[in-house]
Every structure is written in structure tokens, then in C-alpha cells.
């Protein structure tokens, strides 16, 4: 049950909900595969995930591929729930997962019909269970969703961990960070992950070589504390942002943010690389965007750095003249083609010309 009435029926699957019904924002996601680094990606905090892919499942999952310590989504709407697994990488079916982590799922339903009401109406709050139609109503209608809730607070590590080693230290922002992230930046050196409150003397004091900001679910404006701590490290450390990372960063230069009709969930966004004149296709997560629009009235010079061709949100920005930039959209991802992962080059060669702690 939507929060406009509309009404679907299927199967349960998955976990049994907390009270016999699962509530949250619910939000469509194109991608043809990845369900599993999908329902682990802590950015779908308060959402549920509906797939327009009918056929899902069929792969299985595997203790590799998750995206995080577990997972934060409300639930799973599918059309078709595959039966059985099939793939050498395989350990174990997608519906074992939803019971481990306790997540609900309803499947059976016309997902092309709910991908349509979302697509006019906008991700709206929705109800699913076993339960009387006047129940899902009431609960759909209770539910929240994801403005002005700090969703951030509900995923971040609880205390700074390190993964891989060197001389070269980034710290990285905990918002929500996917497993991937890590992997790539281990990749360029040490990494220390700490938790979204840490001040920014905290982090300075660490003398690193780069800082990152990540991923993470909800709204900007109501982690505003992320935001003014990362207002005191542009132009002493480079910094590099990805998804509410880039958000936030946007935020600390004093710009506006704006939330989407439907957001951008999918793997095959095309986005346009404005410096290189290049199109890069493009794997997305997000329901809130940097108004690029406010640029013009901020104190120091920040630029626009990519744009999606789907409708012309800001997907990149850079401060001239600072080493710090970021993108909407997720490089480490690879939905198929590694089109965006030049840009952890980038943040590398940043922190290559750079000195620790300056």
C-alpha cells in the first residue's frame, strides 16, 4: 500500500517485519543485477527497494559481496523471486540473506505499475504485510520518510577502525561507506575510517594525506554538523567526496541542496565529463542533490564539474584553486563498464603533490 492509496498484492518474503508490517520511503532501482551490494548499501537506510529487473535472485549471494556490516533497508519489492541459485561464486539464496538481516520483502507484484506511480508521483512512503488494507493505509501514512531524519547517525561505525597499511594515511568519513570505497582507497594507502561526528581538529590531528567523504542515506541538511567539519579542512588536506559525501561538501561551501522527484537509483545513468567533454556511464544512489544553481553566490569559486544527461543535475564540483572535489555519482561501482574510476587517480595525484596536514 502507498501512501496515495495504490494497492499491490504478492507474496511475503524474506523476514517476518517488526509488528507484521514494513514501512519506509519506497524508491525504484533500474540495475540489471547486483541486488545483493544493493539491499547492503547503507545509503537505502528508511527505503524500500523496488526492482524493475523482474528476475531476481537467480545468482545467489555470497559473504564477498556485501557492501557493508549488513543491511539498513526497510524492505524489498520484487516481481519475480527466483527459486533456486545458480553461479559458482554462489553460497547461498537471497532469500537466507533477507531472513539474516531480517528484512522483509514482498514479491509477485507488477513492479512496471509501481515503477510507473513513482516515476509521476515522486518516492512517496509505503506499507507492506499481512494485515487489513485500513492497517497498511494507516501505516504508510505514519511513516516519515527520509526528510529531515538523520539517517547517518543510524549506520556510521561506532568507533575508527584502519584497513590496509603504508606510509600514506586518508581518513575516511564514515556517512555510510560501502565495502568497495574501502577496497579502492586501500588501494592508495592506509585508511582510517572514522565515525560522521569526528571534529575536524580530530581528523587534522591524524596529519593525513587525503580525506574522504562518503556515501551515506537521507537528507544533507540535517547533518549539518558533517558539513561544518568539513568546512575546516577545505585547503588543508585534499578532499575528495562521493554521493552525500559530495552533498555535504556542497553544503560546507555554503550551497544549496534540493531533494528529487524519484532520485537516481540505477547503473546505467549517463553522466558528462564538462573538463574532458567526455560521457561516462554511471552507477547512482541518491535522493538529494546539490543545487548547482547556488554556486554563483558563494565566497570562493567552485565549478561544476559533471552533469547527468538524464536531467541535468549536478553530478561533480570542484573548488578552484583548492585540492577538493567530488562527484554524485559512484566510480567504484563499475556497473559493467569502469568509466568513472579515474577519478580515485585523481584524489592519488592530489594527495601525491601535496604535504601531509597542509
Not at 95 to 101: C, P, S, T, W
Not at 120 to 134: C, I, L, R, V, Y
Not at 184 to 207: F, M, Q, W, Y
Not at 245 to 270: D, E, M, R, W
Request: hydrophobic content about 40%; glycine content about 12%.
Amino acid at each position: 500500500m502507498l501512501a496515495d492509496g495504490s494497492v499491490f498484492e504478492g507474496e511475503l518474503i524474506g523476514a517476518v517485519a517488526p509488528g507484521g508490517i514494513a514501512t519506509g520511503e519506497v524508491v525504484f532501482n533500474t540495475a540489471l543485477s547486483g541486488y545483493q551490494e544493493i539491499i547492503t548499501d547503507p545509503s537505502y537506510a528508511g527505503q524500500i527497494i523496488g526492482f524493475t529487473y523482474p528476475h531476481i535472485g537467480n545468482y545467489g549471494v555470497n559473504a564477498d559481496d556485501y557492501e557493508s556490516r549488513g543491511a539498513f533497508c526497510r524492505g524489498v519489492i520484487v516481481r519475480d523471486l527466483a527459486r533456486r541459485q545458480s553461479n559458482h561464486r554462489s553460497e547461498s539464496h537471497l532469500q537466507a540473506l533477507l531472513e539474516r538481516h531480517t528484512i522483509a520483502g514482498i514479491a509477485g507484484i507488477d513492479t512496471r505499475r509501481l515503477t510507473r506511480i513513482i516515476r509521476d508521483a515522486g518516492a512517496m512512503p509505503g506499507a507492506f504485510g499481512d494485515a487489513a488494507e485500513a492497517d497498511l493505509k494507516s501505516a504508510a501514512l505514519a511513516e516519515p520518510g527520509t526528510d529531515g531524519v538523520d539517517l547517518v547517525a543510524q549506520v556510521t561505525a561506532a568507533q575508527p577502525y584502519t584497513v590496509g597499511e603504508g606510509d600514506r594515511l586518508i581518513v575516511a568519513y564514515d556517512f555510510g561507506i560501502k565495502t568497495t570505497i574501502i577496497r579502492h582507497l586501500a588501494g592508495l594507502g592506509r585508511v582510517e575510517v572514522v565515525p560522521a561526528s569526528t571534529p575536524a581538529a580530530d581528523v587534522l590531528a591524524r596529519n593525513p594525506h587525503g580525506v574522504f567523504l562518503s556515501n551515506g542515506p537521507g537528507d544533507p541538511a540535517v547533518v549539518q554538523y558533517a558539513a561544518d567539519n568539513i568546512a575546516q579542512l577545505i585547503g588543508r588536506v585534499p578532499v575528495f567526496g562521493i554521493c552525500l559525501g559530495h552533498q555535504l561538501l556542497g553544503l560546507a561551501l555554503g550551497a544549496g541542496t534540493v531533494k528529487l522527484s524519484f532520485g537516481h537509483h540505477g547503473a546505467n545513468h549517463p553522466v558528462k565529463n564538462l573538463t574532458l567533454d567526455t560521457i561516462e556511464i554511471t552507477s547512482q544512489n541518491h535522493n538529494f542533490a546539490v543545487d548547482a544553481d547556488s554556486f554563483g553566490g558563494l565566497g570562493r569559486s567552485v565549478r561544476m564539474t559533471h552533469v547527468n544527461l538524464n536531467d541535468g543535475v549536478c553530478e561533480g564540483l570542484e573548488v578552484v584553486g583548492e585540492r577538493c572535489f567530488s562527484v554524485q555519482h559512484h566510480p567504484e561501482a563499475g556497473p559493467g563498464p569502469h568509466d568513472s574510476t579515474y577519478l580515485f587517480a585523481q584524489f592519488d595525484e592530489l594527495m601525491s603533490t601535496g604535504m601531509a596536514g597542509i
